[in-house]
């Protein structure tokens, strides 16, 4: 594995092999040797995932209620890995390194420093972070909070913390007086939490892991499986081997999506040959989604069309679309008007292959939908997830079994910290019941999301930023107008288990909250705690930490979260945050009183093999709209950014992904083994023919300049370019290290989730 990107001698080959596989296995050894936790390494994975053990802190795929014996995957295993890593940055490395010295170090350094051991202080005179006592640390930032307007200041979450924490958090922001609470999510699945409650009335997805078991047929769409979610791979395989089809529509032919073997079946290791997983791959071009999906929703209405001209059996389920949708004939009316022109020109797919893909959709009984961020993280990506509704809306593939709608969510407890609070939008709170519980006024002017805070802090109105957990300065885009807003903030606190960027790049006093992750034992009161999520599925499970904890000067998140909340928020006679740390059981019992519905008995049902799953209209097909309807919605047209400018023909179109070596910001490795690029991440993988056009040959480095209308520019050079089966005009690369690229304003429509994923960019080769 390389730990240092250099793209002059980087290598690109081919990765020959299936997903998974003894390359997993082989992976997976390596990566426990490194973190020096080989032996109680491989105790902690047995617990993992378990309903004994503890939640995986990669991805949120759902939990099984009958494991594996090894109920984890590989990237799972580097995640975890990662997390209880012997390694650790204490003091004395902060006394030995300038901040400024450490700004040039890359984010794989920092972060394999390990784990931070004791709160700190940024020192401005000597330009380093000092240790500082946790009561002090606390009382200084309490006093700094104390002195600020509440509307100028920004709680933000990412996703991994748990309900009880994200609840006290939230909580505290309310009662301190703002709904400033961005969350990860505002850059991920938000354009999902905007456009499902207008079509089905839930703001998430309706599948559960049952659902796999049952369906026919599975349409996937925008999402990298094989890295992102590997453990969804197994029901993935389970689903070919009793024959359902499986279409994928993605401009990469990612490898987890074409073959995988089970790296936990020793027959399947033992004997040559993997499961082959999509049946069809529709390669279309980036953006080309709500464009392809309207072609098979034509295919599908005029033959509809046909058959019922005819007097044959119909191809659109009548019954459910009368009883239970409004919209249709509008949306019908476009599809019919709509050429296949137009169809293929934008989605880059021909029309043989879109009329294929219908035709497998309508032989099959009960479809499933699933989606990443390839669909939401773009100018149309409330758009693209209305299109994808309104084809399964035309065969009521929803609110049956084996049907369903899949948004596979990224962090793995982003959609729970949703559902407890964590929002900027003060009527998706229960404002009445917190009032009840705690006798305080709500505020309910609108909070900031993750693009109108970076807004702010562009405008200097930001007074304090306080982080748990995540990388706001790096996950974001537009680092070159970010940085040095972000420096005048007067104060940013980041609550991290590793050093990252944001903690370099700092506001003018800055501290650092190093907690315990979930993995490690969490030892309070009234003995060893629990805590909970909800996964992508809707399912909540409990979770124990097993590993010792890093260092006894860690604190958990929930005790971090009261130590500043007794500062900040008047003392209340019917809230103990003492108590509350003592014993999360009583936060769960909170959770209960303001979400019954969801967690009633949450402390019993918490350990429901498999998890609990929370209540959901839409399964039952009850819609929870305005209307009491499901909804199609008619696209506004079929180009993924209709306000672009006139594209010439030397724009292309990058979207930025991650490589199988990552966990967003945090780089365990440089290689992206299943897309064979090895050694570096500046790297743009690019169509042929588009390198023939341009002049552009194999290994030649270029700037990539952004094709923007504000004035600004924004570059990143030193990226070599490299050849790669995608389609003409599309252009993929690594994020982190390419979000200087995308413009602040750059972002989906309604749902404002920054739109990585269609950047128009020109290249200008460099000389050498
Ligand atoms: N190991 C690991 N696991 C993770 C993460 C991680 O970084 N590492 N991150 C977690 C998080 S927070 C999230 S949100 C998820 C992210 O998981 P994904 O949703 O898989 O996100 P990306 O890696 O950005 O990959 C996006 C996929 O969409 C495709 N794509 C790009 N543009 C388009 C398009 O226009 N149309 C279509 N149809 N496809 C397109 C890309 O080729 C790629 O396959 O994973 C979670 N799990
Ligand atoms: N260009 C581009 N930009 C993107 C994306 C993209 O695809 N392209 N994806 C977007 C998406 S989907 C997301 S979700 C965001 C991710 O944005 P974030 O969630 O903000 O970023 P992460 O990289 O997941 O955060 C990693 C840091 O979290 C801290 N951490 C890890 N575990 C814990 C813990 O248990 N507790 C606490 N308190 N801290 C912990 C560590 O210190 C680590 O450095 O990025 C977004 N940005
Ligand atoms: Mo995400």
């Not at 594209?647 to 440089?670: C, E, K």
């Not at 480095?701 to 923007?708: G, K, M, Q, W, Y």
């Amino acid at each position: 594995m390389h730990k240092v990107d250099d793209a002059e001698t980087a290598t690109f080959k081919d990765y020959e092999n299936a997903a998974g596989g003894w390359g997993s296995v082989r992976a997976l050894g390596s990566i426990l040797t490194e973190e020096h936790v080989l032996l109680h390494g491989t105790r902690v994975l047995m617990k993992q995932n378990k309903p004994d053990g503890f939640a995986c802190v990669s991805c949120s795929w759902a939990k099984p209620a009958d494991p594996h014996l090894f109920e984890f995957c590989e990237n799972g295993a580097k995640a975890t890995a990662w997390e209880i890593t012997s390694r650790r940055i204490e003091p004395k490395f902060f006394a030995e390194h300038t901040v400024t010295e450490l700004e040039k170090w890359s984010a794989f350094d920092l972060e394999n420093m390990g784990r931070l051991t004791e709160p700190m202080r940024y020192d401005a005179a000597t330009d380093k972070y000092v240790p500082i006592s946790w009561e002090q640390a606390f009382a200084e930032i309490g006093a700094e909070l104390r002195a600020m307007n509440p509307e100028s200041v920004v709680f933000y979450t990412s996703g991994r913390a748990s309900l009880e924490t994200s609840y006290m958090y939230q909580l505290m922001a309310r009662m301190y007086g703002c709904n400033n609470l961005p969350d990860s999510s505002n850059m991920c699945h938000e354009s999902t939490s905007v456009a499902l409650p207008k079509t089905i009335g839930v703001g998430v997805g309706t599948v559960t892991l049952d659902d796999f078991e049952k369906t026919d047929c599975m349409l996937f769409f925008g999402h990298n499986t094989g890295t992102n979610a590997p453990r969804m791979l197994h029901p993935l395989q389970e689903a070919r081997k009793r024959g359902v089809p499986i279409i994928t529509f993605n401009p990469l032919r990612e490898r987890g999506l074409e073959r995988f073997v089970n790296p936990q079946s020793p027959v399947e290791m033992l004997t040559p040959g993997s499961t082959q997983i999509s049946t069809q791959y529709v390669q279309l071009r980036i953006g080309g989604d709500t464009a392809a999906v309207m072609g098979m929703a034509k295919w599908i209405i005029e033959a509809d069309d046909a058959a019922q001209k005819a007097g044959q059996p119909r191809l659109l389920d009548v019954d459910f679309i009368a009883e239970h949708t409004c919209g249709f004939e509008k949306f019908a009316a476009m599809a019919r008007a709509t050429n296949w022109r137009d169809i293929e020109r934008f989605s880059g797919v021909s029309r043989a292959e879109l009329e294929q893909a219908a035709q497998t959709y309508v032989q099959a009984k009960n479809v499933m939908l699933l989606y990443g961020m390839g669909i939401t993280q773009h100018r149309a990506g409330v758009r693209n997830i209305d299109m994808l509704t309104n084809l399964l809306l035309l065969r009521g593939n929803m609110g049956k079994p084996g049907a369903g709608i899949c948004p596979i969510r990224g962090h793995s407890n982003v959609q729970g910290q949703r559902t407890v609070g964590i929002t900027e939008k003060p009527e998706k709170v229960p404002n009445d019941k917190l009032k009840a519980l705690y006798g305080f006024e709500p505020p309910m002017k609108k909070g900031l999301n993750t693009v109108e805070a970076c807004e702010q802090i562009l405008q200097g109105k930001i007074s304090a930023f306080v982080m748990l957990g995540g990388n706001f300065v790096r996950a974001i885009p537009d680092h070159n107008r970010m940085d040095p807003a972000w420096r005048q903030i007067p104060l940013t606190v980041q609550i991290l288990t590793k050093f990252n960027h944001s903690a370099v790049v700092h506001g003018k006093k800055s501290y650092i909250l190093p907690c315990r992750g979930r993995i490690e034992v969490d030892m309070q009161a009234t003995g060893p705690q629990a805590v909970s999520m909800e996964d992508s599925t809707g399912c909540m499970h409990g979770s124990r930490g097993v590993a010792e904890p890093i260092a006894d000067t860690v604190m958990s998140e929930p005790a971090i979260v009261a130590g500043i909340a007794k500062q900040i928020v008047p003392p209340n006679p019917n809230l103990d945050w003492d108590a509350w740390v003592g014993d999360y059981s009583k936060v769960r019992d909170a959770i209960a009183q303001t979400y019954p519905d969801i967690f009633h008995d949450f402390n019993q049902r918490m350990w429901t093999p498999g998890g609990f799953p929370r209540p959901l209209g839409a399964r039952e097909r009850k819609w929870d709209t305005e209307n009491g309807k499901a909804n199609f919605r008619v696209p506004e047209g079929l180009d993924e950014d209709p306000d672009m400018p006139s594209i010439g023909p030397d724009v292309l179109r990058l979207m930025t992904t991650r490589g199988d070596s990552q966990f967003n910001t945090t780089v365990y490795a440089i290689d992206d083994r299943f897309r064979g690029v090895f050694g570096t991440r500046h790297v743009l993988l690019m169509n042929e023919r588009d390198m023939d056009r341009l002049g552009l040959k194999e290994g030649m480095f270029v700037t990539a300049e952004t094709v923007s209308q504000d004035g600004i520019p924004r570059s990143v050079g030193g990226l070599r370019v490299q050849p790669h089966d995608i389609p003409g005009g599309c252009v993929a690369g690594y994020y982190p290290e390419l979000n200087r690229l995308i413009p602040l304003s750059h972002h989906a429509k309604n749902s404002k989730v920054p739109a990585g994923k269609s950047v128009p960019i020109r290249l200008v080769p460099e000389t050498a």
